[in-house]
């Protein structure tokens, strides 16, 4: 009874990770198919599924922390945390950019 409220929340961030998931699947689905039958590409289906991909990533991680939390006091430094997402999720955004524009040229 003690921890009831406490699991609610860790299963709302894990139904929050997998729906990111089913959405950054279908978007990618939709870019590649999308790709292969008009030749020309999708931007806006790739960047759906990249941001829904640095979302869930970034939703892991601030799930891993939750837990952590619950388990835990407190966790010390969350800004340092949050500024440490925020700079993985751009340099990975401009990984996955970079990434479709040399796989796009590299097919022509």
């Known amino acids: 009874a ?15 990770i997998s729906l990111m998931v ?6 990618m689905y939709m870019f590649y198919r999308s790709w292969n039958k008009t ?5 806006m289906y790739f960047l759906a599924g990249s941001m829904l991909s640095l979302l869930k990533i970034c939703m892991s991680f601030r799930g891993v922390l939750l837990l952590s939390k619950l388990l835990c006091e407190e966790v010390s430094g969350s800004h340092k945390i949050d500024v440490a997402l925020a700079i993985y999720a751009g340099a990975n955004f401009n990984f996955r950019l ?9 097919l022509d």
């Open 2 to 16: 003690q921890w009831r409220g406490q699991v609610t929340d860790v299963q709302k961030v894990l139904l929050a």
């Open 22 to 27: 089913v959405g950054e699947c279908v978007s």
């Open 39 to 43: 030749d020309q590409v999708s931007d």
């Open 98 to 106: 970079l990434e479709r524009f040399r796989a796009g040229y590299g």
